[in-house]
């Protein structure tokens, strides 16, 4: 799959992102922090559970009946109990799986489902990077596979894999992401090219924010802001420059139409 050159980043103004432009650090979330439950999930069958149990404890005797004994068990926790489970998944999962945390971005600039479920409804930012200016940060991207149905782990090969995928109802975000056991990931000050702010967000934070931007040496960081002309979205940079983003194209309308809404033309 092809990289994008610009990756994009919703966000609310909240701690998170003030620490993001001032220590130039993406936060990495906990599978717990996660919007979607099955996100850094696992689910493995009855048989794959034996195969890993065998697999991990190769080294000992035991009997054909004990054996059935903890795969029904784990069978039952599976569909009852999830405490426990998760405690009978962890024993056979590697160790590493379960640190690992995520950060994600999109290839989408204006995605006005994203603006309501990450942006606050419009009173937060899209930050746009420049992969081009950071070798790692666009090294450490990769993009998530959407299918109709998440698969069962069969082999510890899959664990990785289960890390870039998600359910089709999902992939209208077309995401990357970056994902690691530490809880923040540094990037370069120069691959921010602009902070979007959204319909809702007061003016008087954007013009803080240009002083902001200055004092952590992000002064050559584009700031926008998104507004509505007519039936047009439109971006407007510091400079007053407009870019017209809608997605809304009018259709052409016949003289017949014309002349039955004539009261609007």
Not at 43 to 56: A, H, T
Not at 81 to 88: A, D, G, P, W
Not at 102 to 128: P, Q, R
Request: glycine fraction near 2%; charge should be positive; aromatic fraction near 16%.
């Amino acid at each position: 799959m092809n990289k994008p050159r610009y990756i994009y980043k919703y966000h609310k103004l909240n701690i998170f992102f003030f620490e993001l432009i001032t220590s130039k650090e993406f936060y990495l979330a906990s599978r717990e922090e996660l919007n979607d439950p099955f996100d850094l999930s696992i689910s493995i069958s009855k048989d794959s559970f034996q195969k890993f149990y065998i697999e991990k404890y190769s080294h000992l005797e035991y009997k054909a009946s004990d054996l059935k004994n903890i795969t029904d068990l784990f069978e039952y926790y599976r569909v009852n109990e999830k405490s426990e489970y998760n405690r009978l998944l962890k024993d056979v999962v590697p160790q590493e799986y379960w640190e690992n945390r995520t950060t994600c971005f999109t290839e989408e600039a204006n995605n006005s489902l994203m603006w309501s479920h990450y942006s606050d409804n419009h009173n937060g930012v899209c930050i746009k990077f420049d992969l081009s200016k950071d070798e790692k940060l666009n090294n450490s991207l990769t993009p998530i596979k959407y299918l109709k149905r998440i698969p069962e782990i069969k082999q510890q090969t899959d664990f990785k894999k289960f890390l870039y995928l998600k359910e089709e109802s999902w992939s209208s975000e077309k995401e990357w992401r970056i994902v690691s056991n530490k809880i923040k990931f540094p990037f370069k000050p120069e691959a921010i090219n602009e902070i979007i702010f959204g319909l809702n967000t007061p003016n008087n934070i954007i013009s803080w924010f240009s002083y902001l931007l200055e004092g952590v040496y992000l002064s050559d960081v584009i700031l926008s802001k998104l507004q509505i002309k007519g039936n047009r979205l439109i971006k407007t940079n510091q400079w007053g420059n407009e870019v017209n983003i809608s997605h809304f194209r009018p259709k052409k309308i016949s003289k017949a139409e014309k002349e039955k809404w004539k009261f609007l033309y």
